[in-house]
């Protein structure tokens, strides 16, 4: 009898982890002035979660990028304007490596060969009406020799990647 319970018990166990993993199907976030829809992020190239639960890692990384580009959108954007994207594919800098039992996780090794990429729509609107829009398949090829402060933030590569967008492309244009 005990035995019927604790089968159940791990049976349920189980099952709850598997369902704490599964990821929205096209992720929203929000912040600000900004607006981003992850169009099939299983397809994107490489958001892989190093120590992580997949899903948790995604929406936090997404979550991430969002905020900082709103910190640099609402610097640019005039009042009543809005930045709306859709992210069709996000390749983080670096790449996922195992370690062979050296640790219970992997690690992200972050090399030039691997620079951040990030392929996506977008619109600026202001009261509704669209004053510009486009697509972007951004890459910096040059991610790991930038001047600049150190920063030991998680998405730095992807969001002064999103950050010198705003300021090259949308800011001139508005």
Do not use: C
């Not at 905020?67 to 594919?89: F, G, R, Y």
């Not at 996780?105 to 996506?120: A, E, G, L, N, Q």
């Amino acid at each position: 009898m005990k035995l019927t319970y604790l089968l159940l018990a791990g049976a349920m166990a189980s099952g709850a982890v598997v369902a704490a993993d599964e990821a929205v199907e096209n992720p929203v976030t929000e912040k600000g002035v900004v607006k981003i829809e992850w169009k099939d992020p299983k397809s994107f190239r490489d958001v892989k979660a190093a120590s992580d639960i997949q899903s948790r890692y995604e929406m936090r990384t997404f979550e991430t990028l969002t905020k900082n580009l709103n910190k640099e959108a609402s610097k640019i954007l005039k009042p009543n304007q809005k930045l709306e994207m859709q992210v069709t594919d996000l390749d983080l800098a670096g790449d996922v490596r195992p370690t062979f039992g050296a640790t219970t996780s992997d690690i992200r090794v972050i090399k030039d060969i691997y620079p951040p990429r990030i392929t996506f729509t977008y619109t600026v609107t202001q009261d509704g009406k669209t004053v510009m829009a486009g697509d972007e398949k951004l890459t910096d090829l040059g991610f790991m020799h930038s001047i600049g402060r150190v920063n030991e933030k998680p998405t730095r590569y992807e969001s002064k990647l999103l950050a010198d967008w705003m300021k090259k492309t949308v800011a001139p244009q508005l």
